[in-house]
């Protein structure tokens, strides 16, 4: 095979950057120098994908509006073009393509590297390229040292097909990774024969593989840790000495670590060498992020008013990732001047990782809250215990206990006192690629909880199960259909008889857009919500993306709620808007507008809504 020859030859509010000019446009460039390029693809398409591709090869083409340093940098450019264009031609199966490069008329292969080219400029460059024939995979051999041989269709190197250079790379990868996975943690290919018969355009490829020895993982090393311990970083890897080698284990060590959030970053990986005693020692690479923070944020609703929280949290309190959080909201605001009218909140939370294995995570709360929603008026003081597992890495149960103090006013009861002991038990499986604006993947959630009020002797078990899915429609993923459906039932006693703020309710920003918060469902009659023992709810979105940080989202959510298991009487309603977000580190930021397309006597003519991250 040979290849080709020369010839062939701003402005910061709450942690956002508005107006900011691109830094790249304001760096200085020395001796600055202009150049027209032209590409020229013998027998392509102009609009085809090879031109595309050449194009988006080149760094001539693709920075062709901004200057480069003298004629040393244009020279150097252009080098650099010419591998990449070779390149791009071996991507698409091009063996016998030429590249030639002209500048100011003269060939890149005989000017010199102090050719002084400022009297042209801008300099004229000229990129010709023949691409030549695509060539096709003939014989494949792929055999380790022992002599055993592997399937080469099932790594995508087939005969007759085209033989694109990434195809061959990639198997060689996925080959890599299948010996990995048996254990063999420094596998690699020995040899790469590729033959290329340019009469026939035929590509012959052998290649060796060295699977080296098979390993277990060794002891585990940190380093870069400095208030975190040492000890509990590596047993938070939930990698045991003489664990066969798996390079997902590291995988999965690295990400458990990330998911501590007390690392701005984190490294996993085997050593390159083997330990004296035949195993991979594990090396562990952290750098501390800061451990306290504090925060504040906002939200609107046109329905509900305006709101504001506050918080602090420690991530790291006694040296082994333990979270510490104080927080408070206050809502209502603008909708009411009385202060029992508002709604406010605060509580304390308190997380502890790997307290029965690393995959484990101890959480507790204590709430006091007040709330003066349309349904009822409540105060609580709350306090709950509980344990979550990870099964794997995308599914998660938990369990625990809730405690509730109330004194409630609603349809039904004036300030009645409740004590409610919950025992709530979830299963969550989530492949969402990103929790804060996924674009592909799902989540489902499944909850059981059974409850008993004390003073009235009321038991009851509540079941509810959400689904959200997310899909690209295209590579770029600028369009993300998602969609949600939730559905829930309480047994187990009649309305009257469970705390109004364990009913279920529908309205408002996170639930059915265009209504007030809770206001769908039964009414007494003076027209208050009662809530319900059954509720049905879905949505629909389709996520736009119009800029790198601005999109559009049109929508529409439809929900019921009914007193009864089987919904009788009960009436959907629909509203649908659109939506405007803005990208942000930690999430979009999302401003709805909705109206109810079946509006009721008591139902607004439009909700506003605003907050931070996707409505699901």
Do not use: C
């Not at 102009?46 to 591709?53: F, I, K, S, V």
């Not at 991507?91 to 490069?101: D, K, L, P, Q, S």
């Not at 490829?205 to 311990?229: C, H, I, K, R």
């Amino acid at each position: 095979m040979t290849l080709p020859s020369m010839p062939a030859d701003a402005f910061e509010i709450f942690g956002l950057k508005l107006f900011e000019s691109d830094k790249d446009s304001a760096i200085e460039i020395a001796d600055p120098l202009s150049y027209t390029i032209a590409l020229e693809v013998e027998g392509a398409d102009p609009e085809g994908e090879l031109q595309t591709d050449l194009e988006a090869a080149s760094q001539l083409m693709r920075e062709a509006d901004r200057p480069v340093p003298g004629s040393i940098g244009l020279i150097q450019r252009a080098n650099g073009d010419f591998e990449q264009l070779v390149a791009a031609l071996y991507e698409n199966a091009r063996y016998a393509g030429e590249v030639r490069i002209l500048i100011n008329n003269r060939p890149l292969a005989v000017l010199p590297p102090d050719a002084d080219l400022r009297s042209a400029e801008p300099v004229p460059v000229r990129i010709l390229v023949k691409p030549g024939k695509q060539f096709r995979f003939g014989e494949i051999v792929i055999r380790d040292g022992d002599g055993e041989t592997y399937s080469a269709a099932e790594k995508g190197l087939s005969t007759g097909e085209l033989a694109k250079s990434t195809v061959i790379l990639n198997a060689e990868k996925s080959l890599i990774r299948q010996l990995e996975k048996s254990g063999h943690p420094f596998a690699q290919v020995s040899g790469r024969d590729v033959v290329a018969d340019h009469a026939s355009g035929v590509l012959d490829v052998s290649l060796q593989l060295d699977a080296g020895p098979t390993a277990p993982f060794g002891q585990t090393t940190v380093e870069g840790a400095q208030s975190v311990d040492s000890a509990f970083i590596a047993r938070m890897t939930g990698i045991p000495d003489g664990e066969q080698y798996d390079p997902a284990a590291l995988a999965a060590a690295e990400k458990r670590l990330r998911a501590l959030e007390v690392f701005s970053s984190v490294t996993v990986r085997g050593a390159d060498s083997l330990s004296a005693d035949g195993a991979v020692p594990v090396q562990v690479n952290v750098s501390e992020r800061k451990h306290r923070y504090l925060g504040i944020g906002a939200t609107y609703s046109s329905t509900d008013g305006g709101g504001m929280e506050a918080y602090w949290g420690h991530r790291n309190l006694f040296g082994r990732a333990e979270k510490l959080r104080i927080e408070g909201s206050l809502n209502g605001l603008g909708e009411t001047s009385e202060a029992e009218d508002m709604t406010w909140r605060g509580a304390i939370l308190f997380e502890k990782p790997g307290v029965l294995g690393p995959a484990s995570k101890f959480t507790s709360k204590l709430e006091v809250e007040q709330e003066d929603p349309d349904a009822y008026r409540r105060f609580s003081v709350e306090g709950a215990v509980g344990i979550s597992y990870e099964l794997t890495e995308q599914q998660t149960v938990s369990a625990g206990i809730d405690v509730e103090y109330a004194t409630l006013t609603d349809s039904f009861n004036v300030d009645l006192e409740t004590i409610t002991v919950a025992l709530p038990l979830e299963y969550v499986r989530d492949t969402r690629d990103n929790k804060l604006n996924p674009t592909t993947g799902t989540r489902l959630s499944l909850l059981v909880e059974p409850a008993y009020e004390i003073n009235s002797g009321a038991t009851f078990v509540k079941l509810h199960a959400e689904a959200s899915a997310y899909r690209a429609l295209d590579a770029e993923k600028r369009f993300v259909a998602a969609g949600r459906i939730a559905a829930g039932s309480i047994y187990g006693a009649d309305l009257a008889s469970i705390p109004a703020n364990r009913r279920f309710y529908a309205g408002g920003g996170g639930s059915v857009r265009g209504y007030g918060y809770q206001d769908i469902g039964p009414v007494d009659a003076t027209g208050k919500p009662t809530g319900g023992r059954s509720v049905l709810e879905s949505s629909a979105e389709l996520r736009i993306g119009v800029t790198d940080t601005i999109g559009i989202v049109p929508f529409i959510d439809a929900g019921l709620v009914s007193a009864n298991q089987d919904f009788s009487g009960a009436e959907f309603k629909v509203g649908a808007g659109l939506g405007l977000r803005y990208s942000t580190p930690f999430g979009p930021l999302r401003i709805d507008v909705a109206v109810p397309l079946n509006k009721g006597p008591l139902d607004p003519d439009y909700g506003i809504y605003a907050g931070i991250g996707q409505a699901f």
